[in-house]
């Protein structure tokens, strides 16, 4: 079993930055992905970021330039540098880690999400 705890979610004014975490643990042998997602109320679930092991990231168009993905290996932990926040940024952030687990056995897991409010 592999386990993902996220942290770092929080109300912010306009332009204020916020930094989530996530913490992958358990039966890991490599993190293949790790990524960030987040849903919206009346909204569909969308990616937001990814990182591959490899280092290679992706974003969504509306948070190129504000947002920035990281990742310590060694920890397998990733992190959402959220800078100059927007109220239509304002979601449910969710952690996606796409695991081999020992045995070689690939399998996707989610975290229970955090809530990130952006409001005057």
């Known amino acids: 079993q592999v386990q993902l705890v996220e942290s770092g979610g929080g109300s912010v004014q306009p332009g204020g930055s916020l930094r989530l975490s996530c913490a992958a643990s358990g039966s890991i042998f490599r993190a293949n992905a790790m990524g960030w997602y987040r849903q919206a109320p009346g909204k569909q679930r969308e990616l937001v970021a990814s990182?591959?092991?490899?280092?290679?990231?992706n974003y969504v168009d509306s948070v190129k330039g504000r947002f920035t993905i990281s990742t310590d290996n060694a920890k397998n932990t990733v992190y959402l540098q959220m800078n100059s926040l927007k109220p239509e940024d304002t979601a449910v952030y969710y952690c996606?880690?796409?695991?081999?687990?020992?045995?070689?056995?690939?399998?996707?897991?989610w975290g229970q999400g955090t809530q990130v409010t952006v409001s005057p």
């Open positions: 996606n880690a796409v695991v081999t687990v020992w045995g070689g056995r690939k399998y996707d897991y």
């Open positions: 990182v591959t092991s490899g280092g290679s990231t």
